[in-house]
């Protein structure tokens, strides 16, 4: 059965056009341990929310794991891992942290409660509301 997450990052340093673009990432450089214990839970197939963080503060697509975890290459040291993302397709409309942080279905996901978590699990639940609000179905 596949789990759903959500990643973050900043799109200045690499937005969802990016991403699409190339077609899929090698998502590195994560150095949390929290962060990166939950990139090894991910399983190949996996469903994963893209949420532009700082200036934009919202979700803009979703991903797939299409590879699972395996060391990274760009750490210099330490116990690192990365996993391999694909585009799936971006919301018809984002949806902000503002929304998610009022929706009581959305208020308690991570990334309201550890706001500096940039991977982290969310239920089944909280992935098909962000679709619902994001007006966008698979």
Same mark, same amino acid.
């Given at each position: 059965m596949a789990e759903y997450w959500l990643v973050k990052q900043e799109p200045s340093d690499y937005?969802?056009? @990016?991403?699409v673009s190339e077609g899929g990432c090698m998502w590195d450089g994560v150095r949390n341990y929290q962060a990166r214990n939950h990139l090894r839970s991910m399983h190949q197939g996996d469903l994963v929310l893209f949420y532009h963080s700082v200036r934009e503060k919202k979700v803009v697509g979703i991903a797939k794991v299409s590879?699972?975890?395996?060391? @990274?290459p760009t750490a210099t040291e330490g116990d690192w891992s990365v996993v391999e993302l694909i585009p799936v397709k971006p919301l018809a409309k984002p949806v902000e942290l503002s929304r998610i942080k009022e929706d009581p279905v959305l208020s308690d996901m991570p990334l309201v409660r550890q706001s500096r978590l940039s991977v982290s699990p969310i239920t089944d639940n909280q992935f098909?509301?962000?679709l619902a609000l994001g007006e966008t179905s698979l």
């Amino acid at each position: 059965m596949a789990e759903y997450w959500l990643v973050k990052q900043e799109p200045s340093d690499y937005s969802w056009s @990016d991403f699409v673009s190339e077609g899929g990432c090698m998502w590195d450089g994560v150095r949390n341990y929290q962060a990166r214990n939950h990139l090894r839970s991910m399983h190949q197939g996996d469903l994963v929310l893209f949420y532009h963080s700082v200036r934009e503060k919202k979700v803009v697509g979703i991903a797939k794991v299409s590879k699972e975890a395996y060391p @990274d290459p760009t750490a210099t040291e330490g116990d690192w891992s990365v996993v391999e993302l694909i585009p799936v397709k971006p919301l018809a409309k984002p949806v902000e942290l503002s929304r998610i942080k009022e929706d009581p279905v959305l208020s308690d996901m991570p990334l309201v409660r550890q706001s500096r978590l940039s991977v982290s699990p969310i239920t089944d639940n909280q992935f098909q509301r962000v679709l619902a609000l994001g007006e966008t179905s698979l």
